[in-house]
């Protein structure tokens, strides 16, 4: 009888062991996949944000070099404009007025539209700033997660 007892005595302790071993191994495996899938989606976030960002900053570059070409335009405009104010150091002369007049308006609406193009071209480069840090964000959580791997 006390065989018995200790026959089931030991048949609980293994089958309890057994269920431990069980329980435990699968939390690995869950906590690994979790991993594996959090990894995965931070590479693909990083990879995302590495294109918007470099994309972003192509667009920010080639709004600048557009604005830096309207800016000489208009630093031309101002010269013409210039030109005409030092023909006579009374004034512009009658002859010249309404062409100087012409040059005079393109040349100050062409001012109001470079401050517009000027304050979107800021309004885009801060939109890609951030979104440089949401890439440096990713980034670092990735090493984060890895970091801790490696531990």
């Known amino acids: ?22 329980y435990f191994g699968a939390q690995r495996i869950l906590e690994q996949q979790r991993l594996r899938q ?7 976030g990083i990879y995302r944000s590495r294109v918007a960002a470099d994309r972003c900053r192509r667009s920010v570059a080639s709004g600048e070099g557009e604005l830096q070409a309207f800016d000489a335009r208009i630093g ?5 404009v210039d030109s005409f104010e030092a023909l006579d150091p009374r004034g512009v002369p009658g002859s010249e007025y309404d062409s100087y007049m012409k040059h005079f308006d393109a040349h100050n609406d062409s001012v109001s539209v470079w401050e517009g193009r ?11 700033r951030e979104v440089i840090v949401k890439h440096n964000s990713l980034g670092d959580s990735l090493k984060t997660i890895l970091d801790g791997l490696g531990s």
């Open 1 to 22: 009888m006390t065989s018995t007892k200790v026959k089931f005595a030991i048949g609980i302790v293994v089958t309890i062991s057994t269920a431990a071993i069980m």
């Open 38 to 44: 959090e990894i995965t989606r931070l590479r693909d």
């Open 76 to 80: 031309e405009m101002r010269a013409r």
């Open 118 to 128: 000027e304050q979107r071209l800021r309004t885009q480069d801060a939109a890609c």
